[in-house]
């Protein structure tokens, strides 16, 4: 094992200075690894919308050729889970540390990668091939990301607050977002349409080498969590995690992974199709269309944290629900401001559908990882996390395709939003809310409400 009982003794009697120390250094790293990460994702959504269409499935219509692209984003989240079980079971095995930074390499790499792939103009069918693998690289280091960089904060700090302390992981959803597409929003404004489509589109994708590096100098900083620690002492890891979560958490995966149906599918809608119905149905500049969700994402800056400190305060199941609530109610005033178009009413309409995002993303880190006692925590949260990638995030953009292609309306996607809010409003009201429960201990986890 990585970690010994020495080194896990060390941390455990580490004095409070030390301490401080440490749940400083955690949380920045928590939120360096996922906002690096999440750069490089949301980097692909971007490209996938306005780039990959044209320069891997060139032959194809514009609708079929968007249909394609969305496809290979889709299959970046049908490898999250994939991801959630190999670094999960690493993670509940071998400690928290050491599974992210083999995460943040493999994403780095995959990404940087797809910034020096050539089109299928150049090298044919292969392109789009080893597009789609690269994908699944970045899908499986996502995967095995989110849930490590949770209790990388989480196990370290004050445990009372544990809805704020999770929520740096998911500032790095926010952060990455604002540097993806901000990136993109800056060469598109500053380069003409042909030498952005040419290679403009490939110089943030090739700048994940340096965030990487400055990424992995913070992570190696960062002892293990005390909490991990302790298990370890006590030679109380388990021999298959993964297995074990699923076989005595299962109902607390599905509901964790059915509560993230109204906060995960809208986003993604709300992020990545948006560039697609505004740019290519309604004619608008996407550069008008990347400074709204520019906007929208820097709002989540202070939103996330703000909600999930309130979490803590009344409890995270209130928070949640507020926050799917509130999507469900936008869902058809959403893209009715969009179907009516006006340059106000649009950057408005986008920025306020991320309110209720961050009302459920903000908690939602400590809502799941709560749900999982700590030898279990690392891959049973990742697996009910990543799970709903495969249902909800990843076919977002392509149903929305579909369904605005077939039915010709774009309410036919608020009827879709609307079901996810039905699904998340189920699980959250079924799911156990332990946000004032003592997750180290085992007791918690014997007893259900």
Not at 162 to 190: E, K
Not at 298 to 318: C, H, M, N, Y
Not at 349 to 377: D, K, N, W
């Amino acid at each position: 094992m990585v970690l010994g009982r020495n080194e896990a003794n060390k941390v455990i009697d580490s004095p409070a200075t030390e301490q401080r120390t440490q749940v400083r250094r955690a949380a920045f790293a928590s939120a360096i690894g996922t906002t690096i990460e999440w750069y490089d994702f949301f980097l692909y959504n971007t490209a996938a919308a306005l780039i990959f269409p044209q320069l891997f499935f060139p032959a194809s219509s514009s609708y079929a050729g968007a249909m394609q692209s969305f496809a290979t984003y889709a299959v970046g989240f049908a490898a999250r889970p994939v991801g959630a079980a190999i670094f999960g079971y690493w993670g509940d095995r071998i400690g928290r540390k050491a599974t992210l930074v083999i995460t943040l390499l493999l994403m780095g790499l995959a990404s940087a990668l797809v910034g020096l792939l050539p089109g299928a103009a150049s090298i044919g069918i292969a392109a789009p091939i080893v597009l789609v693998v690269l994908r699944l690289v970045q899908g499986i280091a996502i995967g095995g990301e989110w849930s490590g960089s949770v209790l990388l904060a989480m196990e370290w700090g004050d445990q009372r607050r544990r809805g704020l302390l999770g929520s740096f992981a998911q500032i790095g959803v926010p952060v990455g977002l604002v540097l993806g597409t901000g990136g993109m929003t800056l060469l598109s404004a500053v380069l003409s349409d042909a030498a952005f489509d040419s290679w403009g589109w490939r110089i943030p994708f090739l700048l994940s080498f340096v965030l990487v590096g400055i990424g992995l100098v913070i992570r190696l900083r960062i002892m293990e969590t005390p909490m991990f620690a302790a298990i370890v002492a006590k030679q109380q890891t388990s021999r298959s995690p993964v297995v074990d979560a699923i076989k005595h958490h299962w109902r607390e995966i599905l509901l964790s992974a059915g509560l993230r149906f109204s906060e995960q599918m809208p986003f993604y809608l709300f992020t990545s199709y948006v560039l697609v119905y505004v740019v290519a149905e309604h004619h608008y500049s996407r550069t008008f269309v990347l400074n709204a969700v520019l906007v929208a994402a820097a709002l989540e800056l202070v939103t996330i944290p703000l909600f999930s400190q309130l979490s803590d305060r009344i409890g995270r199941k209130r928070v949640y629900l507020s926050g799917a609530v509130l999507t469900g109610l936008l869902a058809f005033p959403y893209f009715a401001v969009l179907k009516a178009g006006g340059y106000v009413p649009i950057f408005l309409i986008v920025i306020a559908s991320m309110i209720g995002h961050a009302m459920q993303y903000g908690p939602q880190a400590a809502f799941i990882g709560e749900s999982f006692p700590t030898h279990l925590r690392y891959g049973g949260a990742g697996l009910g996390y990543q799970l709903a990638s495969v249902f909800a995030g990843g076919p977002a953009p392509l149903l929305a395709t579909w369904l605005l292609q077939v039915t010709g309306t774009p309410y036919s996607i608020s009827a879709y939003i609307l079901l996810a809010v039905v699904v998340t409003v189920l699980c959250a009201v079924l799911i156990t809310d332990r946000s004032r429960a003592d997750i180290a201990d085992y007791a918690t986890y014997a007893r259900r409400s």
